[in-house]
Nanobody
Framework: QVQLVESGGGLVQAGGSLRLSCAAS????????MGWYRQVPGEQRELVAA???????NYADSVKDRFTISRDNAKNTVYLQMNSLKPDDTAVYYC???????????????WGPGTQVTVSE
């Protein structure tokens, strides 16, 4: 019912920047929280940043002073501006959205396919 299209991943040198985008599309749903998780092979998926429908944001301590999450509700799109990237930021980044169905009120989480971010020394 909700599809997520991610873009912006790639390879950058330490200290560089990337901007991830995630566009959500669907019918008969309202998008609530939008966010980004990341996962390194062999480790648990962790929250990077999330933004609520009103614009309030939460960040992992490791990225709080370097990353900025934002959203465009008219486009149902969430962005993650990543500055001062470090090799430890290397991971697959997954977009996630929480959506409420109009006719039942049921709330579900949806995930994008993931986009690779690699930061070299």
């Amino acid at each position: 019912q909700v599809q997520l299209v991610e873009s912006g991943g790639g390879l950058v040198q330490a200290g560089g920047s990337l901007r991830l985008s995630c566009a959500a599309s669907g019918t008969s749903v309202s998008i609530n929280t939008m966010g980004w998780y990341r996962q390194v092979p062999g480790e648990q998926r962790e929250l990077v940043a999330a933004v609520g429908s009103g614009g309030g944001a939460n960040y992992a301590d490791s990225v709080k002073d370097r990353f900025t999450i934002s959203r465009d509700n008219a486009k149902n799109t969430v962005y993650l501006q990543m500055n001062s990237l470090k090799p430890d930021d290397t991971a697959v980044y997954y977009c996630t959205v929480q959506a409420r169905r109009w006719f039942t009120g049921r709330v579900d989480d949806y995930w994008g396919p993931g986009t690779q971010v690699t930061v070299s020394e």
